[in-house]
């Protein structure tokens, strides 16, 4: 498994190497070191402070939900398991969720249920986003129709997915099904939607969100930090709203990690709120930087731990 993922995974991580270091050339990187510097040891400790918030309650979310699935999981395996997807980020076809439902599949975890948790946690997560996004879609008109739509259909998506007419429908589908590989195909869904229900219902459902929203809102509040930093007339709501369009964006783009649409977006943001472009590009850069690059450097860490035996030497954790 390891070895059909790495070549994917060194092609993600060239080609994101490589479009930053074209975006601070083009920027002028005297710039981007000039802003790095600006933030000051405190700022950095401060902007990656946050980032391990986001992560660590995503984490907290991702742990409890499988404990609801009754499976127990040492939480310092686990974490280094959730923490192992992060090294995927950046690579096509979620390549970091199954790394993760791989390592689970050895606790016994059905990988009906790690999808449905992974399935939920980005309903959740991008609910919350485009509802943090909606101060940005406040403060510029040219937002606020992608964000209600995107909104309303995360929203209407979380209604049906839960709704029993669903599962009758399903059902029926796969008796009718001649073709067995679809029927088989459509029994996964089936089991799949069938866990994911069990998350998304009401009681589960809005601490889960509520959790998204303060994850999210740290790195938001990060994002701010920079921006504080390199002095421009940047609101902390608008901050926020502004990262989480660019991340809902990028969310939305289906292009592995945002990567260049999430960073177009909250650029072209800055510069209608008058932010200078060399500056609107700085701070995107750096953002950037200490949220998905600092999450892929922890994830290659935490991968190159596992494999290398760290599981079977701390099994106790």
Request: a positive charge; glycine letters at 10%; hydrophobic letters at 55%.
């Amino acid at each position: 498994m390891m070895s059909r993922l790495a070549r994917p995974l060194l092609v993600s991580v060239g080609f994101g190497i490589a479009l930053y270091a074209g975006a601070m050339v083009y920027t002028d990187a005297s710039v981007v070191a000039d802003a790095a510097i600006r933030l000051g040891i405190s700022g950095w400790a401060l902007l990656l402070s946050l980032s391990l918030l986001n992560y660590l309650i995503r984490f907290a979310r991702w742990h409890w939900y499988l404990h609801l699935f009754g499976k127990q999981i040492p939480w310092g395996r686990h974490l280094a398991y959730y923490v192992a997807g992060f090294a995927f980020t950046t690579t096509p076809g979620k390549a970091g969720e199954a790394v993760r439902s791989l390592y689970l599949n050895r606790h016994g975890v059905p990988w009906s249920q790690s999808l449905a948790v992974l399935f939920v946690e980005r309903l959740l997560d991008l609910a919350a986003i485009a509802i943090l996004a909606i101060a940005a879609a406040w403060s510029f008109a040219s937002a606020r129709w992608p964000v209600a739509v995107a909104l309303i259909g995360v929203l209407a998506a979380l209604a049906l997915l839960h709704h029993p007419q669903l599962d009758r429908l399903l059902g029926r589908l796969t008796t009718r099904c001649n073709w067995p590989r679809l029927a088989r195909g459509i029994r996964h869904l089936r089991a799949l939607l069938r866990d994911s229900a069990q998350l998304l219902q009401p009681q589960l459902r809005h601490p889960g969100l509520l959790l998204g929203l303060i994850a999210w809102g740290a790195e938001g509040i990060g994002f701010f930090v920079i921006l504080h930093a390199l002095e421009t007339p940047i609101s902390l709501l608008s901050a926020l709203g502004i990262y989480a369009a660019g991340i809902l964006a990028g969310a939305l783009s289906f292009i592995p990690g945002g990567l260049g649409s999430t960073e177009a977006v909250m650029v072209l943001l800055l510069g209608l709120a008058g932010v200078e472009m060399p500056t609107a590009l700085a701070a995107t850069l750096l953002c950037r930087l200490a949220t998905l690059w600092f999450a892929v450097v922890l994830g290659l860490a935490a991968l190159g731990w596992l494999e290398l035996g760290g599981t079977q030497r701390h099994a106790n954790l």
